[in-house]
């Protein structure tokens, strides 16, 4: 599961709809994977992503690695050759690098499925936590309206997609395209489905939102680099306008998401995230049974 494209929208409810029924039954999984090892490896750094998949694997019998790329001989040698070793010994990868090239390599050289944990493109397994967060708010995903305010990044994009195969109407309010994320084909395939639109109202977004979403300006393994910091500067100053905040929400019902980690006064102010619409907290917890359905999913247990 690099992303979605190889999903379809039928293929991908059923993901959400068994992550919410693992969700909450989670002792009819206890031994799904016993016997069963997936390696989690990381070039870059993560709470979530890390604890949610470590987690998961034991909370369905099996057992976890977690691997600092820096550690290891990724760094001194080939993607594939250090690819085919390790799929030989493992039932599962989950891997966060920093390029998708390197991703698409080490799929193409496993023996076992390969899950994207984050890179510069798309993070898939972030928007099946969040299309189950909003199937559990509102009964049904087909006909929900979310509004995405940000940059148009990685979360954007698995968002895109995510929404426009489930039937979510979604909005992106986006002043900046992360242009490392671009993906024409991706965008075309979403646009074709009539679901997505975009615009710079934002404040006509937010209207009728049944879901309000908020990401970093900065991506992770850029935010405290000091060769980013005139970019991040500049970002500040073009995204301080559609920030989410009290201001922007007044006279909106909308639940308010963010993936985290939240940059409080900047993305999003801390009195919406401690307020009676957010649902970020119920969203994050929710990666580890999102976790839990993909894995079980790749694995064939469903
Ligand atoms: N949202 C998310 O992926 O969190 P981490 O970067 O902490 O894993």
């Known amino acids: 599961m690099l992303n979605f494209k190889e999903l379809s929208g039928q293929q991908l409810n059923e993901i959400i709809d068994k992550g919410i029924e693992i969700k909450n039954n989670p002792e009819k999984y206890e031994k799904e994977l016993s016997g069963k090892s997936s390696a989690l490896i990381f070039q870059k750094t993560s709470t979530r992503t890390r604890v949610a998949f470590e987690v998961a694997m034991t909370q369905l019998g099996g057992h976890a690695l977690y691997i600092d790329w820096r550690t290891t001989n990724f760094g001194i040698a080939t993607v594939e050759d250090e690819t ?13 690098l920093l390029r998708n090239a390197d991703l698409v390599k080490m799929a193409a050289s496993s023996r076992v499925p390969v899950i994207n944990g984050c890179d510069e493109k798309y993070h898939p397994s972030q928007a099946v936590a969040d299309l189950m967060i909003m199937k559990e708010k509102k009964g049904r995903l087909k006909g929900t309206r979310l509004v995405y305010i940000g940059i148009h990044n990685n979360v954007c994009n698995s968002l895109v997609e995510g929404c426009t195969k489930t039937g979510v109407k979604l909005t992106t309010v986006t002043p900046l395209h992360n242009e490392p994320s671009r993906d024409e084909e991706l965008l075309e395939a979403a646009r074709k489905t009539g679901l997505w639109e975009t615009t710079s109202d934002v404040k006509a977004a937010v209207r009728d939102a049944d879901f309000v979403y908020t990401d970093t300006w900065v991506d992770m393994e850029f935010f405290t680099d000091p060769k980013f910091a ?26 308010v998401m963010h993936d985290m980690p939240i940059h409080r006064g900047y993305e999003i102010t801390g009195d919406v995230v401690e307020g009676s619409k957010s649902i970020i907290y119920e969203q994050a917890e929710n990666r580890l049974h999102a976790a839990k359905t993909i894995l079980l999913k790749l694995l064939e247990k469903y």
């Open 84 to 96: 085919r070793y390790l799929s030989r010994n493992v039932d599962c990868i989950m891997a966060r």
């Open 230 to 255: 005139v970019e991040k500067e500049k970002r500040v100053k073009l995204m301080m306008p559609f920030q989410v905040n009290d201001e922007l929400l007044k006279g909106s019902s909308a639940y």
